[in-house]
């Protein structure tokens, strides 16, 4: 299995400009986590998925972060219109969690690291 | 709110020792205590895991210990190597839906 696969590694853009995030989970996975990395903040958790359905999205920051699972392989995340203070590490994780299978272990991608200029 | 220390952000010790980080959280009793393991420029990786009805967990040269009553969980590395340095990080399920949070990590260089 190639792991979690996320796009793009690193993205520089100005601000007020629309940014994507992509990111494609391990096959067989049901649940989908956006995690972000700063230095002074550490990783916070931004939104969860469940069989492709937002659980919990109480850690998006403003209503300029949407975060969308159409297909048990794909989640996005977008920023719109992104500011300065958005540049972090943004990481996708996938788990098995609630299939039965596992212990809810995190298997994370290697992150895209944002610079909003 | 739920709150996740880790003893400090730097933490040095020389080959051969034992590196003892320390987890501490409050407000919640989560069901589960996890460890990952970050380098430079990587994802974070899972290490180990810890239920809170279990006090121990081993796996090869570390160790893990859980204290509900204190809130704390412990991570032991034992003859540290120069290859252990790395961020260490530990994650409590602090949601209804299992969510992970994660504490903001301890830095561990192990001196040759």
């Known amino acids: 299995d190639a792991g979690v696969i996320q796009s793009p590694r690193h993205e520089v853009t100005e601000m007020g400009q629309e940014v994507t995030l992509r990111c494609k989970p391990i096959s067989g996975h049901n649940s989908l986590f956006w995690y972000r990395q700063t230095m002074m903040r550490g990783l916070e958790l931004l939104i969860y998925?469940?069989?492709?359905?937002?659980?919990?999205d109480s850690g998006m920051p403003e209503d300029r972060f949407s975060a969308k699972m159409p297909n048990a392989s794909f989640s996005t995340l977008k920023i719109q219109p992104s500011e300065p203070r958005d540049s972090a590490v943004y990481f996708c994780a996938s788990s098995g969690l609630g299939s039965g299978t596992n212990t809810g272990e995190l298997f994370f991608g290697e992150g895209s690291r944002l610079t909003v200029l | 709110s739920q709150k996740i220390e880790q003893n400090s952000e730097a933490l040095n010790i020389q080959e051969g020792k034992t590196a003892t980080l320390t987890c501490n959280y409050t407000n919640y009793s989560p069901a589960y205590l996890q460890w990952y393991r970050q380098d430079p420029g990587r994802g974070p990786v899972f290490l180990l895991l810890i239920r809170e009805n279990e006090k121990e967990k081993r796996k090869e040269r570390l160790k893990v210990t859980f204290d509900t009553t204190l809130k704390q969980s412990l991570f032991h590395i034992t003859a540290s190597q120069p290859a252990d340095s790395a961020t260490y990080l530990c994650a409590l399920d602090m949601g209804p839906g299992n969510q992970f949070y994660f504490g903001t990590g301890t830095s561990l260089t192990v001196i040759p």
């Open positions: 998925f469940n069989n492709n359905v937002p659980i919990d």
